[in-house]
Each structure stands twice: as structure tokens, then as C-alpha cells.
């Protein structure tokens, strides 16, 4: 029992109440939420502490133990992305200061912001199958508000999509987890994987295990990612940045904790398919984000390259390919939100985001430039930034699983993400400088903080790799021995 | 136009809004033990406000319960939040419940429980989305 697992939980959901009983003060709002913010890093680092030294934590809910109450379980996988959530969720708030508007901020912005967090939080926390899916439409519900808030005429449109696509894959989420209570009898994962293990994997389970699949992917922009594009350029800068951190990557992390888990049995199928999925996923984001000329569109294309390329990491199943996976999964909620928060601030200070329209920024906005081109380059896994190393393991992990196929088309789509960016960088900030101070259409006052934050984290990242290794590993090591997890949740000698 | 002839509506839900709040406030507490509960207590708290919306008009009953149902639902889920939170200052999981037999003046021996506080929450929150939803529906704003 511990009971810091339900912090970074009730954190946020509280900040979130008491912002919404004190509407009208938009300087308490700001205040709490960065407040809770901070407050979740604080406890999710000591929780971090405790599991390097104590293994995985958990919490029955209400002393109801596993696997017929609710269980929290916190191991070292979860813990450092939820640690990463709230630093990058405190940078799109920031940003969120200067430019998200006094009508929107007072439309509950900042409530909806914290229980984005508390779903998102609830989602890497949960030690049951249904209470993800519970989370996951806490997170939702928060996130169809903040797409349609402001009601422009795009967002509408976009929002309308968004929640016409997530409501049908929750129905088959909930599908789903039916068919799977049929089987086993239990929605605890722990239990869940000591059920299957014993039933064994065969046909039926697997197909269960696919439909498991479409879900996330829906989820998480695998394959299935028509929706994408749309429904994250529709919103403004720090919204969009928060979903491109956070949104994807809790579909991501839901394929990597059922697929190590609880269906782990058959990877000749289940992650193969995965590979597959990733590899056309990688490429058609790729061919997007090389053919927009359009700063919103490339972005969110490159969002759909980085899921491809994470769940390539998956698909190797092997400890080098869930290493690089990992890394690259804390790289990319860095790297996505500050790549956003730069388009946006591009998009702001030029008031278009046609890329053919702008040029010559960098003789302004010199700052804004070099961290543009620094996180340029960390997003295509340039050495020594934070990508590097994560590109490095999963290509590694694909070789040793003998999917080259797969490790290749990842390297090459790394090469169009380059070619994908820079063209934003040699379009938008080389050339003649059109734009006069007078004639900006908003100001970088304040935008800058964030991204600049952001910028040093993955230079930290990529040089300090050393300092966060031994936790990676950690993490690692519980995904590829999920006995690790099954003990921690129901004791060394699981009673059936 | 003329004045819509709605007297039996208007005599039936003053009757009818009593006996509603008293079930569901019945319904709430016996929950502990039985059937019922702070969900669908409050569903049916929430009916009945509902009933008065469809006979009185909106502005008037608003006019009659000044709250902002909004804040009524955040209150809730604080008081729900903030009991799971009470049992982590004991040193017990979040949500742990507790009970105990008090001798009070006119109830003689009662069980008091930290889940009724509990109920209480979810039951506020209920009220407070229902009401909220349908406003939200049936205002012409």
C-alpha cells in the first residue's frame, strides 16, 4: 500500500473542482494549475525513488485487495511518463498564459486542462482493464471540450469528427474488454495475464488481442489515423500541443502495457501485425509531412511518424527494441509539444500558416530560430540530442528480431521528417524578411519561456542520458518480465 | 394567444415534486444497506427539479433555488474526493471507508458511516450534471 500512487490522480481532479467553483478568478486558476502541476512531479519523483528502491508500488483502493477491487499500480514505466506529462503540461500551460485568450480561460480552460492530466495520469496508473477505459474517457470527455472551445468554425467542424471516431472505438473498447470478461473472468491485469498465460493463446484470445489492437490504434494514430490531422491542427497552439504530447501516446502506452502483459504469448501474430501497422504508418506520415506546404499539416503529420516509429520498438519485442521505445517515447512528448508550441508561435507572430508566405523570421527572432533549428534536429534523432539513442535502440531491436523491412523504412522516414522540417526551417526563417516589427500580427512575450525550457530538457536529455539510464532499464525489465508486475499487484503466490 | 389551460399539471407536481424529493432522499439512504444509493438518489432529486422546469418555466424555479448547478456538481466531486483523501491523513488506502455506533439523543444507537459523506458527493455531482445537461439543452440561449 501507497498511497502517493493516487496523487498525480486526485491532484489535478481537486485543483480542477476548486477552479471550477471559483470561476470568475482567472488568477487563482493559473495559479493552482501550475501549482498541481508541479505537485504531481513532486510526487511522482518521489514515487520514482521509492520504486528504484522498493519495486513496483500499489494501492488497493479502499483496502479492497487485487484482483476484485481497484488496483493502482505504479511501476517505473508509468511513473517516468507521468513525470514527463506533468513537466510538458506545465510548459503548455505557460504557454497557454500568453495566448489562449481571456474569453476561453474563462470558459473553464484550465478546469478542462487538469482533467485532461487526471485521465491521462488515471490512464498510466490504472492496474485494471476497465478502469483504462474509464480514464481514457475522462481524458476524452476533457479533450472533446477542449477541441471545440471557442467555436471557430474549423474546430466545430473538426471536433465533430473527433468525437464521432473516439465514441466508435470506445464502443468497441468496451466490446472488447466484454469479450475478454467472457474468456477469463477477470479484468485485473495481473490477473488477466495469469489467465491467459494458463488458458493459453489460441485463435479466439488472439482475436480478442487484435481487437484490443484497433482500439488503441484508433487511440493512438497507429494505421488508423485519418482523423488525426484534422482534429489537432483545429485547435489553438497549446492545445494542440498538449494533445500532440500527451494524447497519442496514451494509446501508445495502453499497446505496449496489453501487448507485454497480458497477450505477449504469440508475437509471430499479435506484433507482427503491430510492425506491419507501424511500418505503413511511418510512411504515409512521412509522404504527408513531405507534401504539405502548410506549417499545421507537416506538424501533425510528424506526430503520426512518431507513433509508427515507437511501436516499431514494440513490435521487435526485444529488450533493445522496448529500450528504444521508451527513450523515444520520453523524447517524443518533449519534442511534439515544442515543436507545436514553435509552429505555433510561428503561426501566431505571421498570422498564417502557409509556409509559402513566410520567410526571413530569423533576422527578428533569432532566439526563436535557433531553437526552432535545434529542435529540428533532435526530432530526427541527430546526435547527441534526445532522439539519438531511442532511433538507435529500436532500429537495433528490429535488426535482432529480423524485421530489417521494418528498421529501414523507420531510418528512411527518419530522413523525410528531416527534409519534412527543415523545409519549415529554410522556408520560414532564411530569405528575405518581409515582415517589419509594426507589422506582426502578436508578440513572442512570455511564448518563449516554455519553448525554451522545452528546448534545454531534450539537449538535457540527449547529453545526460547516463543520469536517466539505470531508471530506464528498470522499466524496461518490468515489461519484459511481467511476473515482476503480476507479483507486485498479487503477491508472490497468486491465489487463483 | 391564449393562456395555456395546464391546472392539472400544476396541481399534480405540486404533489408530486414532495413525494419525489422524499423518495429520492429515501432512496439515498437506503442505499447503505439496500438498493439505492447517492447516484440514483440524486437522478431522482434531479427528476423531480426537472418536473418543475416542464410545469413552472426555467427562469422561475431558478429564480426559487438560486444555485449554480454547476458549482453544486464541483462541490460534490470535492466532497466525494476529499472523503477518499480523509482516509490517506489515517494512514489507510485512498477511499478507505469507516464506521461506528453512536448513541445519540432522539436516534438512540445509529451507525454513522464516512461513506454516507461519500454518497453525499456523488449525489450533489449527480444532481448538478443532470441539471446542468438539460439547461444546457433546453435553454433557447
Redesign the interface.
Known amino acids: 500500500?501507497n498511497?502517493l500512487v493516487?496523487l498525480p490522480i486526485?491532484i489535478p481532479?481537486?485543483a480542477g473542482?476548486?477552479m471550477?467553483?471559483f470561476?470568475e478568478n482567472l488568477i487563482l486558476q493559473r495559479f493552482l494549475s501550475v501549482f498541481s502541476t508541479i505537485a504531481i512531479s513532486v510526487a511522482t519523483l518521489l514515487l520514482i525513488i521509492q520504486i528504484s528502491s522498493k519495486g513496483i508500488q500499489t494501492?488497493?483502493?479502499?483496502?479492497w485487495e487485487a484482483p476484485f477491487g481497484v488496483s493502482m499500480v505504479a511501476d517505473m514505466f508509468s511513473a517516468i511518463l507521468i513525470l514527463v506529462t506533468s513537466i510538458v503540461s506545465l510548459c503548455c500551460l505557460l504557454f497557454a498564459f500568453n495566448s489562449i485568450g481571456r474569453e476561453r480561460e474563462s470558459y473553464y480552460f484550465y478546469p478542462l486542462f487538469l482533467f485532461l492530466i487526471t485521465g491521462v495520469n488515471g490512464s498510466f496508473l490504472t492496474g485494471d482493464i476497465f478502469n483504462l477505459f474509464v480514464f481514457f474517457e475522462v481524458m476524452l470527455v476533457a479533450s472533446y471540450v477542449l477541441i471545440s472551445l471557442g467555436s471557430t468554425r474549423t474546430q466545430l467542424r473538426e471536433s465533430i469528427k473527433y468525437i464521432l471516431i473516439n465514441i466508435i472505438s470506445s464502443f468497441l473498447f468496451l466490446v472488447a474488454i466484454a469479450f475478454l470478461y467472457a474468456m477469463t473472468g477477470t479484468l485485473n491485469f495481473a490477473h488477466l495475464s495469469l489467465r491467459v498465460a494458463e488458458v493459453g493463446q489460441e485463435g479466439l484470445m488472439t482475436t480478442v488481442a487484435l481487437l484490443f489492437l484497433i482500439v488503441f490504434s484508433l487511440k493512438a494514430g497507429l494505421f488508423l489515423f485519418f482523423w488525426l490531422p484534422g482534429s489537432y491542427s483545429a485547435p489553438p497552439t497549446a492545445i494542440s500541443a498538449i494533445f500532440a504530447a500527451l494524447l497519442t501516446k496514451v494509446g501508445i502506452y495502453a499497446i505496449m502495457r496489453v501487448f507485454t502483459l497480458v497477450f505477449y504469448h504469440r508475437p509471430e501474430v499479435t506484433h507482427l501485425f503491430i510492425g506491419i501497422l507501424a511500418a505503413v504508418t511511418m510512411l504515409l506520415g512521412a509522404i504527408g509531412a513531405v507534401a504539405f506546404w502548410d506549417i499545421k499539416r507537416i506538424l501533425t503529420y510528424n506526430v503520426i511518424v512518431g507513433v509508427g516509429f515507437i511501436l516499431a520498438g514494440v513490435a521487435s519485442f526485444t529488450t533493445e527494441g522496448m529500450t528504444g521505445s521508451l527513450y523515444y517515447l520520453i523524447h517524443d512528448m518533449i519534442i511534439k509539444a515544442l515543436i507545436f508550441l514553435l509552429g505555433g508561435t510561428i503561426v501566431h507572430l505571421t498570422g498564417t500558416s502557409k509556409l509559402k508566405e513566410i520567410s526571413g523570421l530569423i533576422r527578428l527572432h533569432p532566439g526563436l530560430g535557433w531553437m526552432f533549428f535545434i529542435a529540428a534536429l533532435s526530432l530526427s534523432g541527430i546526435p547527441p540530442l534526445s532522439g539519438f539513442l531511442g532511433k538507435i535502440f529500436i532500429s537495433e531491436g528490429t535488426f535482432k528480431t529480423g524485421y530489417f523491412w521494418l528498421g529501414g523504412i523507420g531510418l528512411i522516414t527518419s530522413l523525410m521528417v528531416l527534409y519534412s522540417i527543415m523545409k519549415i526551417f529554410i522556408n520560414g526563417f532564411w530569405g528575405h524578411t518581409d515582415l517589419t516589427e509594426e507589422k506582426e500580427k502578436g508578440t513572442t512575450k512570455g511564448l518563449l519561456l516554455p519553448i525554451g525550457i522545452l528546448t534545454i530538457l531534450t539537449i538535457a536529455l540527449g547529453l545526460g542520458t547516463e543520469g536517466i539510464h539505470g531508471y530506464v532499464d528498470i522499466a524496461v525489465e518490468g515489461l519484459m518480465n511481467p511476473s515482476q508486475y503480476i507479483e507486485a499487484v498479487l503477491g508472490s503466490n497468486p491465489a487463483q | 394567444m391564449k393562456e395555456p389551460n395546464d391546472v392539472i399539471i400544476r396541481s399534480v407536481t405540486k404533489v408530486a415534486v414532495v413525494i419525489i424529493f422524499t423518495f429520492a432522499i429515501n432512496l439515498f439512504f437506503s442505499g447503505h444497506h439496500y438498493p439505492g444509493g447517492g447516484f440514483i438518489g440524486g437522478l431522482a432529486f434531479a427528476s423531480a427539479i426537472i418536473l418543475l422546469f416542464l410545469t413552472f418555466d426555467i427562469e422561475t424555479v431558478r429564480k426559487n433555488i438560486p444555485v449554480d448547478f454547476k458549482v453544486l456538481a464541483a462541490v460534490g466531486v470535492l466532497i466525494a474526493v476529499l472523503t477518499g483523501v480523509g482516509a490517506i491523513l489515517f494512514d489507510a488506502p485512498f477511499l478507505t471507508q469507516t464506521f461506528g455506533y453512536f448513541n445519540l439523543p432522539i436516534f438512540r444507537k445509529t451507525e454513522l458511516a464516512t461513506a454516507v459523506i461519500f454518497d453525499i458527493g456523488v449525489g450533489l455531482a449527480v444532481i448538478g450534471t443532470s441539471i446542468t445537461i438539460i439547461m444546457s439543452i433546453g435553454d433557447d440561449r
Open positions: 500500500m498511497n493516487i486526485i481532479i481537486i473542482m476548486i471550477v467553483i470561476r494501492l488497493y483502493l479502499g483496502g
